[in-house]
């Protein structure tokens, strides 16, 4: 993947993971909860993967 689709990849696990998160609170469903925690940590990786790529990319196009 290219850091661009990473990165909306990511936030796009972030929003989706928090929402998770508001409904498992709003129905008191820890499993969903969970879920959503992790999938929210998933989109915070695949961020700074995506991040991470831009700098690679930024130091050999300065070479």
């Not at 469903?29 to 700098?55: N, T």
């Amino acid at each position: 993947m290219g850091s661009t689709t990473d990165k909306v990849s990511g936030k796009v696990n972030e929003v989706a993971g928090k929402a998770k998160q508001m409904a498992g609170k709003a129905t008191n469903d820890k499993e969903l909860r969970a879920k959503g925690a992790a999938q929210e940590a998933k989109g915070k990786v695949q961020g700074a993967i995506g991040k991470a790529k831009d700098k690679v990319k930024g130091a050999v196009d300065r070479m």
